[in-house]
């Protein structure tokens, strides 16, 4: 395996690790960890946070407990 796919396993798992108390913080959180796993894939920057501070306020709003 790559050094490139551990990276984005960890990636991944700290995107589900991110939640953060409000709404705001799970949008930055989810969107730092989006832009990061897009600079590492050579990805847009700017999808890359929208999808990732998107999936982290669903995840943390389907599941609060949990964050």
């Known amino acids: 395996m790559s050094i ?3 990276i984005l396993a ?3 798992c700290g995107s589900l ?3 953060g108390d409000t709404l705001g ?3 930055l959180a989810g969107g730092a960890i989006g832009a990061g796993a897009a ?3 050579s990805g847009s920057l700017a ?3 929208a999808i ?3 999936g982290n306020i ?3 709003q389907l599941n609060p407990g949990r964050c």
Do not use: K, P, S, V
Request: proline share 0%; net charge neutral.
């Open 4 to 6: 490139r796919t551990y």
């Open 10 to 12: 960890i990636a991944a």
């Open 17 to 19: 690790a991110a939640c």
């Open 25 to 27: 913080e799970q949008a």
């Open 39 to 41: 600079a590492l894939t």
């Open 47 to 49: 999808q890359g946070a």
């Open 52 to 54: 990732g501070a998107a």
């Open 58 to 60: 669903a995840y943390c």
